[in-house]
């Protein structure tokens, strides 16, 4: 039995209503941990655009199929696309997947760099200043990436594209380029890991 219950905002709701972004990302997590709703997920994102599409290409009943993307479409992961058709919520993915400021993390002083030049985890341009250069892409390095872990470029260029959406000022190959050449990641054949700071 699906014991699973549908979150406060109803179908249509944007990525910022309802719950925050931590709570969303963990609903959406449970959801998909279901393989029948994994698989009717995963067929809408092949292309799969009816019930019976989805159906046919993840391989499930229609019921359970009708139940997985009741539930799909009740949590916003699936969506209705062009024509009437299923689609992924693209959106919410981009929603959740950028980065956010550390729960708990003091708010950076009126002034500072990295609040003149960072809103609401997007970079809207580098300072030309050297010094405060430095300072808004440590703080992009510590929010992104934790010490010792092995990142694969592909990831890399996920989550630093994230930080330029929306801005022409800077690209995320110019900023990973200039996270290395300030020694905030080390690069090693195609991975990249996040240099530990030194203690003072």
Same mark, same amino acid.
């Given at each position: 039995? /699906?014991? /699973?219950?549908?979150?406060?905002?109803?179908?249509?709701?944007? @990525?910022? /209503?309802? @719950?925050? !972004?931590?709570?969303?990302?963990?609903?959406?997590?449970?959801?998909?941990?279901?393989?029948?709703?994994?698989?009717?997920?995963? =067929?809408?994102? +092949?292309?799969?655009?009816?019930?019976?599409?989805?159906?046919? %290409?993840?391989?499930? $009943?229609?019921? /359970? %199929?009708?139940?997985?993307?009741?539930?799909?479409?009740?949590?916003? =992961?699936? $969506?209705?696309? @062009?024509?009437?058709? +299923?689609?992924?919520?693209?959106?919410?993915?981009?929603?959740? !997947?950028? @980065?956010?400021? %550390?729960?708990?993390?003091?708010?950076?002083?009126?002034?500072?760099?990295?609040? $003149?030049?960072?809103?609401?985890?997007? +970079?809207?341009?580098?300072?030309?200043?050297?010094?405060?250069?430095?300072?808004?892409?440590?703080?992009?390095?510590?929010?992104?990436?934790?010490?010792?872990?092995?990142?694969?470029?592909?990831?890399?260029?996920?989550?630093?594209?994230?930080?330029?959406?929306?801005?022409?000022?800077?690209?995320?190959? %110019?900023?990973?380029?200039?996270?290395?050449?300030?020694?905030?990641?080390?690069?090693?054949?195609?991975?990249?890991?996040?240099?530990?700071?030194?203690?003072?």
């Amino acid at each position: 039995m /699906d014991t /699973d219950k549908a979150p406060d905002s109803g179908r249509g709701s944007g @990525p910022g /209503d309802g @719950p925050d !972004a931590g709570e969303r990302s963990r609903q959406l997590i449970g959801l998909l941990a279901e393989e029948n709703r994994l698989r009717a997920f995963a =067929a809408v994102a +092949l292309g799969a655009r009816s019930t019976r599409q989805v159906a046919e %290409t993840a391989g499930l $009943t229609p019921k /359970d %199929t009708a139940l997985a993307l009741l539930r799909l479409r009740e949590q916003g =992961a699936v $969506t209705d696309g @062009p024509e009437d058709g +299923l689609a992924v919520a693209h959106d919410l993915l981009r929603e959740l !997947a950028r @980065p956010r400021r %550390t729960e708990g993390s003091a708010r950076p002083a009126a002034g500072d760099a990295v609040s $003149t030049f960072v809103r609401d985890g997007r +970079l809207l341009r580098l300072p030309a200043q050297w010094t405060r250069k430095q300072q808004v892409l440590r703080h992009i390095a510590e929010r992104t990436f934790e010490p010792g872990v092995a990142y694969p470029e592909r990831v890399v260029n996920e989550r630093l594209r994230a930080w330029c959406e929306g801005t022409d000022e800077i690209d995320h190959v %110019t900023l990973r380029r200039y996270l290395v050449d300030l020694h905030e990641l080390r690069r090693s054949e195609g991975v990249y890991e996040r240099v530990r700071p030194q203690p003072a």
